[in-house]
């Protein structure tokens, strides 16, 4: 199923049900954020999506519960 959309496509459609899951972990926000940084440096096409898609992340962690906990693990 996923070789049927453009990495972007693919990147914005795992963000937006990321916004519409209930109770994302903490674990699963900092992995999520340092894959996309990581991303945002590499070559290719895919790094402007993956910045957006970090800074989209960033807002909705703020909104988190455990927020000073998901700071100190990325910071």
Do not use: W
């Amino acid at each position: 199923m996923a070789g049927n959309f453009p990495e972007a496509d693919l990147a914005t459609a795992v963000m937006d049900q990321a916004y519409l899951m209930v109770g994302v972990s903490i674990d699963d926000i900092v992995a999520t954020l340092y894959a996309y940084s990581h991303l945002s440096f590499s070559n290719g096409r895919f790094v402007r999506v993956s910045a957006c898609h970090y800074h989209r992340l960033r807002e909705f962690m703020f909104e988190h519960p455990e927020v000073k906990a998901i700071l100190g693990a990325t910071d």
